[in-house]
């Protein structure tokens, strides 16, 4: 089991890519996903973070606050701007401008931690900065996609909180309370939990994917493009904010990759459950699902080449 989840964790850009092409083309394949799996899928992907978090992870906020500060703050206030503008430039319709708002206003994704490992980036402070910006999400999603859709469309504030803290804080919570007191039983099921994360996220894609596959080829390329700009402006802004704030060159990578991944598997969840009657709402968080596991395969390339000593960067 262990070399099977090392092989799927290894290959992960690659499955999720397959398995949306499939969902894409030949929706049929995957219409037994239902859609309201979604939450549950998601509540198990959580689940398997919370296992693997231990309370010292929070531990760098103290101990290096400045770095993990900044982060944070730009996580919420770079991404949700950019997919704002990015939806305004480009003209597109309210449903489609709520689901890139929701990526936008998410917390940053969990696979930003295994892509910072990737690219010999800080790891400690990536998995800082994700476990803040998701104990944030409760008030900071809503609050944010309500200031920026308030004009365009009617924002359940109160829906979006109350999924959150069923969807995300719950399940970790109970993940950090178990791995807590059980650590040596959560530790033989840890090497296991790649592939757990993955079959659920490729699920999530399989049943959104399947379901909107006409209304996604409807849209063109317009949505691919605003989402894979999204995603790559992020890397771009956050490795920028490094090299202002003067930061190393391990927590430069670590900013970048937390700031452009997000957590659009809550982003699909929350446009499915805040925004019933708006269903391309969920499209642009599946499209940036398959993605940003791509370009940040490809982004751990690239940092892992990048030395200290490259002054230039």
């Given amino acids: 089991m262990k070399k099977v989840s090392e092989f799927v964790g290894k290959f992960m850009a690659v499955i999720v890519l397959v398995v949306a092409v499939v969902a894409l083309f030949v929706p049929k ?5 239902e859609t309201d799996w979604i939450n549950y899928l998601l ?6 973070m919370g296992l693997t978090m231990r309370l010292s992870d929070f531990a760098v906020v103290f101990k290096k ?8 703050i730009a996580q ?12 305004k430039i480009f003209g597109l319709s309210n449903e489609l401008l709520v689901g890139v708002v929701l990526v936008g206003t998410c917390p940053g994704g969990t696979s930003s931690n295994v892509i910072t490992y990737l690219s010999k980036g800080d790891t400690a402070m990536s998995v800082g900065m994700t476990s803040i910006n998701t104990l ?10 309500y200031l920026y859709l308030r004009t365009s469309v009617n924002v359940d504030v109160k829906t979006m909180f109350l999924s959150i803290i069923q969807v995300v804080i719950i399940p970790i919570g109970l993940g950090i309370i178990i791995n807590r007191f059980l650590g040596k039983y959560t530790e033989k099921v840890k090497n296991v939990l790649p592939m757990v994360s993955i079959t659920a996220i490729c699920l999530i894609i399989a049943s959104v994917v399947s379901h909107n596959s006409e209304k996604i080829l409807s849209t063109g390329a317009i949505i691919f493009a605003i989402v894979i700009l999204h995603n790559l402006l992020g890397y771009a802004a956050g490795f920028l904010i490094g090299v202002v704030c003067r930061m190393d060159l ?19 969840s929350l446009a499915g459950s805040a925004f ?37 960067i």
């Fill in 29 to 33: 394949t995957c219409l037994w996903i």
């Fill in 43 to 48: 509540m198990v992907i959580m689940f398997g």
């Fill in 65 to 72: 606050p400045k770095d993990v500060i900044i982060g944070c």
């Fill in 76 to 87: 919420f206030v770079v991404m949700p701007a950019l997919a704002y503008l990015l939806g």
């Fill in 136 to 145: 944030l999400a409760p008030i900071l999603t809503p609050a944010l996609t």
């Fill in 250 to 268: 391990a927590r430069k990578k670590a900013v970048s990759i937390e700031i452009g991944m997000q957590n659009s598997g809550l982003a699909t």
């Fill in 276 to 312: 019933p009657d708006l269903a391309m709402a969920t499209v642009p968080g599946a499209i940036f699902s398959v993605w940003h596991n791509i370009s940040g395969a490809v982004l751990a390339g690239i940092f892992r080449s990048i030395k200290e000593d490259d002054r230039q």
